[in-house]
């Protein structure tokens, strides 16, 4: 684990960014009405179409690992509910950007009807193109999220990276965080996470 390269709020007196996207973007909004009174469960809810939106526990050790800062352009790969998109979307503010991919139309849908209803309208969500990983046509990216694993670290998507771009995404069960600097990469783990198959 590289710890000179990750984020740390701790001690430091500051804000907490994160927390704040929590407390302004709740979860039951993202949620079919049949789970929307579990939305307090820290544990993953089914979404339909064979995903589920994340375990709150897990959405935040994430988004602490990408270290999302206002004005960034990201990229958030299997947006689902589109939860972690609103999430980012508050990070970001209207000085940023969030792209969220989808491949299920129906789920692309509703989360970009979700994420409109709470007025952050410097988000987009649109459904993957079978084939490819990501939007190439919109890189590069400060930040990548992706929440599903393909069991391998997406090459694709690192390849859509801005220099000191940071992707986090769970690789064979065990979520990565890479930072791009220059030619080189900085990979380090963080535990084991199970996730949706990335296709």
Not at 115 to 129: D, M, N, P
Not at 156 to 168: H, I, K, S
């Amino acid at each position: 684990m590289l710890s000179t390269d990750l984020p740390s709020t701790s001690g430091s007196g500051l804000a907490d960014p994160v927390a704040d996207a929590f407390a302004a973007t709740p979860r039951c909004d993202f949620l079919p009405p049949e789970q929307q009174r579990r939305a307090g469960d820290d544990r993953p809810l089914d979404i339909g179409h064979g995903q589920t939106c994340s375990q709150p526990r897990t959405v935040e050790v994430m988004l602490r690992l990408l270290d999302v800062h206002p004005g960034h352009q990201v990229l958030d790969v299997g947006s689902g509910s589109g939860w972690t998109t609103a999430l980012l979307a508050h990070l970001v503010g209207p000085d940023g950007l969030v792209h969220a991919v989808e491949r299920e139309p129906a789920l692309a849908q509703r989360a970009a009807a979700d994420v409109a209803a709470l007025g952050r309208w410097w988000v987009s969500v649109t459904t993957a193109v079978p084939g490819v990983l990501g939007l190439p046509d919109e890189a590069p990216y400060d930040r990548v999220l992706v929440s599903a694993d393909g069991g391998r670290l997406p090459h694709e998507l690192v390849d859509q990276l801005a220099d000191d771009g940071v992707l986090v995404a769970p690789v064979a069960g065990v979520l990565t965080r890479v930072r791009r600097h220059g030619r080189g990469l900085l990979r380090s783990e963080h535990g084991h996470y199970r996730f949706v198959a990335l296709r």
